[in-house]
């Protein structure tokens, strides 16, 4: 048998696991992957140990099963072997190949990872130049000892001004502020929980729209990474998840004259993979994507690189090892062996496109934001507040300037912005490593 017969044989199985296990969703839930209880184990419970029997294979049947799933052979890299995560998974960002997983449909507590989904489901609803001026009642409901950017009530900031706070502080408050932008937390969650279903993200319930510990709140190594790559279809996503530094506006005071002045302070990724931390350096060609850290959740992390052309993401959801920035250093691990391994692997499974564009086959848009375009990518907003971009996040580049990583390895590459969207498979990402440079 020749190797494309090989490949469209296993390309068939993996689409009839898929819709084998949609089928399967829309049973009783007794029969379907574990859900999400009412019920379930308060925000302080640590989740379960051990992964359930049976798991979605949404995406493969390999993926469903609980253990590592890779095909070594020969030329393949054995895979590092001091992961502990209790979930983890490298894919293609564009073709949707699984190279590697690790307990991919274990549902468990995403933390601020879920803003990922977040972003992707309001982010193209207000246009970066609108302006909004913080009510009390807009930060009401963060829970206690949440991040935050800032954000202080009776002062206005820009929608980009928010966006800046939600990707590289993390800030629960800008994510508030922007729920009650959008109407409210309830029907934001509502709407990230229909946005995943259309993601065919079957493994998320959504209880909090910025990822705080919640009983029932729950996502998977596998639906993560179908946030990332869902949102770095939109340009905006792209710019905020890879912009390492960037001003803030503080609180309106007067100066010694009397004069009301409003100076901004400076805010710094917490993905350190993008901004390099005492023992970690940022990670070659990294661009993004999100971070998170809870009580409940462990530390969790979705990143984005390229190398030579080829775009991975891995996600890496609590791992076990208690030491100073692990799920970057098992993140890097991962990376290291995926770009050593693409090409060479048979895949595992496959990320699976939305129901719409499987549906469609529809294309990507090009930029995918609403209404963003008053005041230019990462320019000043006129709140006091700008964001600067420079190429390139190489491995020990880090320096005090401002950074971006929209230019990962250097040169310009637009990776397949045009294209049909083939069923079940490529998913360009549209001019993903484009340089940006501006001043505020």
Known sequence: MSAPQKKAIRRSLLVTSAALSSLALTAPVALAAPGPSPSGPSP????????????STVGGARLGLAGTQVNLANGVPVLPKDITARSWIVTDAESGDVLAAHNAHWRLPPASTMKMLFADTVLPKFPKAEKHKVLPSDLAGIGAGSSMVGIKENETYTVH??????????????????????????????????????????DTHVVSPDGYDAPGQVSSAYDLTLFARSGLQKKDFREYCSTVTAAFPGATTKNKKGKTVRKPFEIRNTNRLLSGDYDISQYQGIAGVKNGNTTNAGATFTGVAERNGRVLLVTVMNPSKEEHNEVYKETAKLFDWGFKAAGKVEPVGELVPPKGAAGSGAQPAASGEAGGGSGGSGGSDGSGASSKHVASAAAGGGSGGVWTALGITGGLLVLLAAGAFLVNRRWPLPDLVRRRSSRP
């Not at 302080?44 to 798991?55: F, I, K, L």
């Open 161 to 202: 001004d928010l966006w800046l706070g939600v990707f590289l502080r993390s800030g629960n408050d800008a994510v508030h502020v922007l729920s009650a932008m959008n109407k409210g937390v309830a029907k934001t969650v509502a709407e990230m929980n229909e946005h995943a279903e259309e993601l065919q993200a079957l």
């Open 44 to 55: 302080s419970a640590s989740p379960s140990v051990t992964p359930p029997a049976r798991m």
